[in-house]
């Protein structure tokens, strides 16, 4: 049996369900992994990090075994501009797969991807955006990517391969950051899960 849902990418559906902290992880891996969301920047609102998680495919292959994959976005909103109306956001999401055995001890996670933007409402204009993810493997490995676009689109998915195809392991974690630059500062938005806290 597979569940499959179409992944959100609509900017305000995706911010609504991190404001409103949405989490469809099993009740399992909610108990075993842990979702840190950070802001940083001149303009970033601190109050306003939020997260949330989304099921995107759940396969039963029989014999104990399920596979299953996730997005895990962070929205960072900016402070509002002077006249209490600008304000910019800044996304990030990373998409990684967990594969469970009933007759294993431990779940093999793999980071998949990790997407980038940012969306503006009102008079600012982004001049860069910086995008990377890191695949810590375990507590003295890790892999990155990263890119810088100039002048970058508002709304545009800035797409990052994973940095390995290997097992993240106990010790290990998933990351994803985007950092946009604009002529008043920048803004920051990081998330990582953690298969095992």
């Avoid at 892999?143 to 800035?158: E, F, L, R, V």
Wanted: net charge negative.
């Amino acid at each position: 049996m597979t569940y499959l849902a179409e992944d959100i990418t609509n900017a305000q559906e995706l911010l609504v369900r991190a404001e409103r902290g949405i989490d469809e992880r099993s009740e399992r891996l909610k108990e075993s992994g842990k979702i840190v969301a950070w802001a940083s920047g001149q303009l970033a609102d601190d109050a306003e990090v939020r997260h949330a998680m989304q099921l995107l495919k759940r396969a039963e292959l029989g014999e104990g075994k399920i596979e299953e994959t996730y997005q895990t976005t962070a929205v960072v909103k900016s402070r509002s501009g002077s006249n209490g109306k600008d304000n910019f956001a800044a996304y990030v999401k990373i998409y990684w797969r967990v594969e469970s055995d009933s007759t294993l001890p431990i779940d093999e996670y793999y980071f998949v991807r990790s997407e980038h933007w940012f969306a503006i409402n009102g008079s600012y204009s982004a001049t860069q955006l910086n995008a990377w993810n890191i695949a810590r493997i375990h507590s003295a490995w890790e892999d990155m990517n990263d890119t810088t676009y100039s002048n970058p689109t508002p709304n545009k998915k800035y797409t990052l391969s994973s940095p390995t195809s290997d097992v993240i392991t106990a010790d290990g974690k998933m990351i994803g950051v985007t950092e946009v630059s604009f002529n008043y500062g920048t803004i920051k938005a990081e998330v990582s899960y953690v298969p095992y806290q």
